[in-house]
């Protein structure tokens, strides 16, 4: 054991895990320290309703880490990882019984539009299918990772990512495409006519075609499980159950690397007000719930899919984002669900279902929306009620309760909104870096953002190997 470690890792998220693993490998010391009694974060498995049934607290479908470029870097897989596949990646359902659909064929997603926007969809993704890992290596870059590998492509995916949803589904004529479209987008939890929300709308719908959205066997927390033994292996340590305070609590390092909010990383490091100007957006309303059966959704297409998403309109869609970004309460919830136990049995005892959807609130939001959103999902799964047998409720204080990165409720560590879209967490050369030349951050409040990716915790790890390159030798194993 080394006098000093190399670096101390604070936060046990996928970020934070990804940033050890990189260090590790490299041949630094490492340990990390988690205040939860498991590893995982936003990445986590627990029963939160009745025995048996597995829940993801947080994400539960994950499109962007199966195409993960730090991900595919390590041999997760070997330490227990498996990715399963729904028959669909999305399911939008309509009132009158019918859906949208985003499958793995680009030609079934578009027929699902209508034969007004078929073509109008196979054009708008011909030019990036088939080249998913250099947009998203280019796309999930830093600036000193050199020029973009596929130049032209990557400025061509930038004039469309770049421009708000609303825009971008001006290509389209009919509400199927349109909705569709805005719902992608909503993962930004911000209005669709925002800056580069088009982007996040693209960017989740060519992952569908390139890798599908899979659910992980067993849960989420097989991810974060996989990392962790990646980590054990490279020789790195975990602390669970160990909350810190201060950064004196800390074993000596030569860095220390938060997997933490802005706001969090401030007030241990003694920074002070150097992340005053960050903002933090809105928040979400989530049940967990335990059902006897699948859920009665009236479009058959939703019965095959692994996400579906409730709204329908681009109207509706677009009214409840800015609802919960002005603070109004919700009343026409737009929902995002999950029904990972339709691909992984392991998720519910014999013939029974989980099942998990959000909708969007104001930050720190105290109400109980239960109500409203059980309402708009039996718009679309009458009977839905008849087949609960538990639910398990969060609202903006249980979620940031049970994430402390979470602030007031905002599972994206931080508003996708103004110059703060592109420039996260404020503008930096290396945006990693703080004002204590020892101290770094790579939560998701760093690029390229939210997301069960582990690219922030990758970017990270590599400024703290220069940094540590810089200053000499060390003990290292």
Known sequence: MPSMLDAVVVGAGPNGLTAAVELARRGFAVEVFEAGPAVGGGARTEELTLPGFRHDPCSAVHPLAIGSPAFQEMPLARHGLEWLQPELALAHPFPDGSAAVLAGSVGETAMSLGPEDADAYRRLLAPYLGHWDTLARDFLRTPWDGLPRDPYRWARFGLDAIQPATLLSRRFRGEKARGMLAGLAAHAIAPTSGPATGGIALLFALAAHENGWPVPRGGSQAISDALAACLREQGGTIRTGTEVKRLDELPPARAYVFDTSPAALARIAGLGRAYQGYRYGASCFKIDYALSGPVPWTAEEARRAGTVHIGPTAGEIDAALHAAVEGRDPRVPFLITAQPSIVDPTRAPEGS????????????????????????????????????????????????????????????????????TVIRPKLARVPYATAHPAVFLCSSATPPGPGVHGMSGHHAAKAVWRRLRETGPSGRR
């Not at 602030?407 to 703060?420: K, N, P, S, Y």
């Open 353 to 420: 279902h989980v099942f998990w959807v959000y909708g969007h609130v104001p930050a720190g939001w105290e109400g109980d929306a239960t109500e409203v959103i059980e309402r708009q999902l039996e718009r679309f799964a009458p009977g839905f009620r008849d087949v609960v047998l538990a639910r398990a409720v969060a609202g903006p204080p249980e979620i940031a309760k049970r994430n402390a990165n979470y602030v007031d409720g905002d599972i994206a560590c931080g508003a996708f909104a103004g110059l703060q």
